[in-house]
C-alpha cells in the first residue's frame, strides 16, 4: 500500500490547545473594548488575529515544536514559541503601519499581542502536564524486540518527546540478557502469537550495525500482514536501505526510526475521525432516544429477559469491550446455537440463520429496520467503536482468524461500513466480508465514511439484506 503520511508526527493536541488559546485571549480583548470599537471596524481587529495567529502557528510548525519527536526542554520551548511570537508580532506591526488604522485598534492589537504571549507562555507549562495524562490513556501497546541495553537508550530519548507508549514487554531476538528485563513476552520466532495474547499495536525492532536487517524482515512483513505497526529503530547507515513506499522516516534524538503501516497514521484525520463520531453519537442518541425507549417498552412486553443484548466483541488488535444491542432473540439464545450450526448459512466462521427459530416477534421487526443496532451508539460514545469501520467479529471468530484475517481488526470496529452498505447478510462468504473490510482499511479517508454513512441511510430505508 502506498499510503501519504503527511502529518503523521504532528502533535495536534498542541496545535489545537494554541489555537484555542489564541482566540481565548482574543474574545476577552474584544469584551474589555467593545466599548471603544465600533461593531463596523470589529472585522479589521479579527483580521489581525487570523494573520498574527497564522504566522504564529505556522512558524512553530516550521521548528517542529508541533512534532511528536520533538524533545521538550523547558528553555528550548520558551525560544521557539518566542520567536514566533517575535515574527508575527512584527508583522502584524507592520501591516497596522501600512495600512494605518484607527488608535483604538492599535490599541486592541498591542494589548492583545502582550496577553498573547503571557497566555502561551502559561499555556507551555500547563499544556504538557495534561498532555502528559492524556497521551497516557491512549498511548498505544508496544512490545520490543532487539537487546535490551540499546532499547534502554532509545526509551531515554524517547521519555523526552511528545510519543507515548505503553510498555507491554520485551521479545527476545537472541540470547536472555545479563540483565533483568521488565517483562519478556517470548521469542521473536512466537511474535504472531505474542500479537494475538497481548493487544499488541506497534512493535518496536532495535536494530545494530552489525545486524543482518534480511533477518528481521520475515518478521516486519509477519506484523504488516496483521495490521500491526512496525518501528524500526537503526543505525544512520542502513536506514535508507530499509524505506519503502508504505514506511516514512522521522528520528528520535539521535535514532533514525523507520515506521512501517498497513492503515493511515495522519493525526489531523484520526482526530477529526474521533471527533465526528462523539459529536454525531451523542447527537443521535438524543435523537432516536424516543425510539429507544419504544422499542424497551415492547421487548419487554414481548418476552421474559433483559431489554440490552450484551456480549464480549473484539475490538482494535485484540481488545474485547461489551457491545450492546436490542435483544432480538430469546432469553437462551446462546445455549441453542450449537444445536442450530449445522444450518449455518455462511461459509466462514461468522453464524448466520435467516429464518433463526431464537429471534422473537419483536425481534424480527428491529433486526429488519436496524433498530436493535441503536445501542451501539453508546460503544462508539465511550470510544470501544467507530461510526464507521470493520463489523466486530466475537471471541469465538478471532481464535480461527488466519495470520492474514487479523488485519481486520487494527481499526475499531464500526456500526457500519462496507459489510453494511454492500448486501449485508446477503453476502454468505466470510472471505468476502473479509475483503471488504480490508478494501476499507487500506483506502480509508474522511470522504469515505462519510459516502459510508449516507448510503447506510439508504440501506436502511430499502432493507436491504436485512432480516
Not at 495600512?99 to 498591542?110: A, S, T, V, W
Not at 462496507?418 to 483506502?443: A, C, H, M, P, T
Request: overall charge neutral.
Amino acid at each position: 500500500m502506498n499510503r501519504s503520511n503527511k502529518g503523521a508526527n504532528t502533535n495536534i493536541i498542541q496545535m489545537m490547545e494554541d489555537i484555542v488559546v489564541l482566540f481565548i485571549v482574543y474574545f476577552i480583548e474584544r469584551k474589555a473594548f467593545e466599548d471603544v470599537i465600533l461593531p463596523t471596524t470589529q472585522p479589521k481587529c479579527l483580521a489581525l488575529v487570523v494573520v498574527f495567529g497564522t504566522i504564529y502557528i505556522l512558524s512553530n510548525k516550521e521548528s517542529r515544536i508541533y512534532d511528536v519527536t520533538f524533545f521538550f526542554y523547558m528553555d528550548r520551548f520558551w525560544k521557539t514559541i518566542s520567536k514566533s511570537w517575535i515574527l508575527a508580532t512584527g508583522i502584524t506591526m507592520g501591516l497596522m503601519y501600512v495600512y494605518n488604522p484607527h488608535i483604538n485598534i492599535r490599541r486592541f492589537h498591542l494589548h492583545f499581542i502582550f496577553w498573547v504571549y503571557v497566555a502561551i507562555c502559561i499555556n507551555m507549562v500547563f499544556s504538557r502536564f495534561f498532555q502528559m495524562i492524556f497521551a497516557d490513556r491512549l498511548a498505544p501497546r508496544a512490545a520490543f524486540v532487539g537487546t535490551f541495553e540499546e532499547y534502554e537508550k532509545f526509551n531515554y530519548f524517547l521519555n523526552k518527546t511528545s510519543v507515548k507508549v505503553e510498555e507491554v514487554g520485551y521479545i527476545l531476538d537472541r540470547e536472555l540478557p545479563d540483565k533483568k528485563v521488565f517483562n519478556i513476552l517470548g521469542v521473536i520466532d512466537d511474535i504472531e502469537q505474542i500479537v494475538r495474547n497481548n493487544e499488541i499495536d506497534q512493535v518496536y525492532f532495535i536494530q545494530h550495525s552489525d545486524d543482518n536487517i534480511e533477518q528481521i524482515q520475515q518478521y516486519i512483513d509477519m506484523c504488516l500482514e496483521m495490521g500491526v505497526t512496525v518501528k524500526v529503530v537503526m543505525d544512520v547507515s542502513y536506514s535508507r536501505r530499509m524505506h519503502r513506499s508504505n514506511s516514512y522516516v522521522s528520528s528520535v534524538g539521535t535514532y533514525p526510526l523507520i515506521t512501517y503501516h498497513t492503515i493511515t497514521l495522519n493525526s489531523y484525520e484520526q482526530a477529526i475521525k474521533r471527533a465526528m463520531d462523539f459529536v454525531f453519537s451523542l447527537i443521535a442518541i438524543i435523537i432516536v432516544s424516543p425510539v429507544m425507549l419504544i422499542t424497551a417498552i415492547a421487548i419487554k412486553l414481548d418476552s421474559p429477559g433483559p431489554v440490552i443484548f450484551k456480549q464480549v466483541r473484539v475490538g482494535q488488535n485484540g481488545r474485547t469491550f461489551n457491545m450492546y444491542k436490542f435483544r432480538s432473540m430469546c432469553q437462551d439464545a446462546e445455549k441453542r446455537k450449537d444445536e442450530l450450526m449445522e444450518q449455518n448459512e455462511m461459509d466462514g466462521f461468522m453464524f448466520k440463520i435467516k429464518d433463526d427459530p431464537r429471534v422473537t416477534r419483536v425481534g424480527k421487526f428491529i433486526r429488519r429496520t436496524s433498530i436493535d443496532e441503536l445501542p451501539q451508539l453508546i460503544n462508539v460514545l465511550m470510544g470501544d467503536m467507530s461510526l464507521v469501520g470493520t463489523r466486530p467479529p466475537t471471541i469465538d471468530e478471532v481464535a480461527k482468524y488466519k495470520r492474514g484475517q487479523w488485519r481486520r481488526i487494527s481499526i475499531k470496529p464500526g456500526v457500519t461500513g462496507l459489510w453494511q452498505i454492500s448486501g449485508r447478510n446477503d453476502i454468505k462468504s466470510f472471505d468476502e466480508v473479509v475483503e471488504l473490510d480490508l478494501k476499507y482499511i487500506d483506502n480509508w479517508t474522511l470522504e469515505e465514511d462519510i459516502a459510508i454513512l449516507f448510503k447506510t441511510v439508504g440501506v436502511l430505508l430499502t432493507k436491504k439484506g436485512a432480516y
